[in-house]
């Protein structure tokens, strides 16, 4: 048993514009940073290409149609009782190339009819500005968002849809995960999340320092660009809710040392900054100590400083997959000491995925309550968590059993958050509530659905959708406003 949450509580999916549309060059869409993402695998990287090359697959060109599946799709969604659902603008159906002058009306009438149809069936859109898609073009022409005349592509690409959506979409976020590229987790996916949050590319043998600093002047603009974003929001429809997006994980330390301790919140910091600027307005001391003692003096103007201070969001929408372990590790001698002077080590109490994420239910609730210790009284909205699994069609039936138990566990966590805890969550959307291109390695076949599709890695199969056992089970859950788990 569950404990019962507020009729008014957002339950619902959430999916991204990129992973799930198709239809890339349709419509009049440009080419997005998503678009020239080859497909890979765990433990095997995705590829950022020059250009679409012939003869490579890249799943984002076809996702799972839902460009052109929207309405069978929702209605599936429907049927589960959504209350909200979260999908992304294509920046690129709106500003093909991201610095054009007018906005493309075959974009813009796309969301029109997709959000009408959300509306329609009483699901409300929760919708991302800027979920891993940017334009190529801004990649080509300006170097991402190492460029600070990228800020006004975006606040214009912001305020174009804030104008044109204000009586049909209520929830918005600017930059999804925005901390991703803060990368605590490895190597091998930083130079995916650097090239995902900022459009940036390195050679090979770039020191970290010159990547660091790159990021966090990416980051700067990005949050500029975000505040700037929130302020024009909030003059077009002051009932809009603006939040910031982050993902959240846990860090524990590796021992009862002290230095592993430390570790944890040295590595919180190098984190979260993002969240502090966007809910505060301003950078916290340890940043700012950072760029002293570094000498790194980061593009940031007092005027960009009365902009992030004017620009403070609504709520902070979150994704929760899984909890880290740090370790203290002896490399103290750099300059940006703090920022390394960790790993991630495994933890050996708990189980991991197929794709080696650490299942950790608890580690939700003790994130709820960290975020509240944090930023007391904020709004938070989990706008992400699930499962990536492989599933097996046998007799049209998918038994996903451990689907369930993930997300059960999780809601119950969440739930004791909300209840026992006094921590105001509005809402739980799971992610990938119809199965979609995997945002990580590019696979069909690490599903997250409620919804089978019939599609695999290399996008072949019938499209067909199948109700999953957990179709039903979500379904249970939403009508008994989180009862019956
Ligand atoms: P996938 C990790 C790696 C890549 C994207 O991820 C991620 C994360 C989690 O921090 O972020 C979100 O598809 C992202 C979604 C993505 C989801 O996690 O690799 O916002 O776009 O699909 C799940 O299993």
Known sequence: MGLKLDSDFLWGGAIAAHQAEGAWNVGGKGVSIADILTAGAHNQPRQITDGV????????????????????????????????????????????????????????????????????????????????????????????????????????????????????????????????????????MSEFMIWTNSGLRFPAGTPTEEKLAAMVQAGHYELVASAKAVAIGHAINPEFMIGGMLNVAPLYPASPKPADNLAVQKARQA????????????????????????????????????????????????????????????????????????????????????????????????????????????PLMIVENGFGAYDEVVDGQVHDQYRIDYLKAHIAEMEKAIVNDGIPVIGYLSWGPIDIVSAGTGEMSKRYGYVYVDLDDMGEGSGERLRKDSFEWYKQVITSQGVTL
């Open 53 to 188: 090359i012939a003869g490579l697959n890249y799943p984002n060109h076809h996702g799972i149609y839902f460009y052109e599946s929207y309405k069978t799709d929702l209605a599936l969604m429907a049927e589960m009782g959504f209350k909200a659902f979260r999908t992304s603008i294509a920046w690129t159906r709106i500003f093909p190339n991201g610095d054009d002058a007018q906005p493309n009306e075959e974009g813009l009438q796309f969301y029109d009819d997709l959000f009408d149809e959300m509306n329609r069936l009483g699901i409300e859109p929760v919708v991302t500005l800027n979920h891993f898609e940017m334009p190529y073009h801004l990649v080509e022409a300006y170097g991402g968002w190492s460029d600070r005349r990228v800020i006004d592509f975006f606040v214009t690409y912001a305020e174009t849809v804030f104008n044109r959506y204000q009586d049909k979409v209520k929830y918005w976020m600017t930059h999804n995960e925005i901390s991703n590229q803060a990368n605590l987790v490895d190597e091998a």
């Open 271 to 378: 984190r979260d900054w993002f969240s502090d600027v966007h809910v505060r307005g301003a950078y916290p001391a340890e940043f700012e100590a950072f760029a002293d003692r570094t000498g790194f003096r980061p593009d940031i103007t007092d005027e960009d400083r009365a902009v992030l201070q004017a620009g403070t969001v609504d709520y902070l929408a979150i994704s929760y997959y899984n909890s880290f372990v740090v370790k203290a590790t002896s490399a103290g001698d750099t300059e940006f000491e703090d920022a390394h002077g960790f790993e991630i080590v495994p933890n050996p109490e708990v189980q991991v995925s197929d794709w080696g994420w650490a299942i950790d239910p608890q580690g939700l609730r003790y994130t709820l309550n960290e975020l509240n210790d944090l930023y007391p009284g904020l």
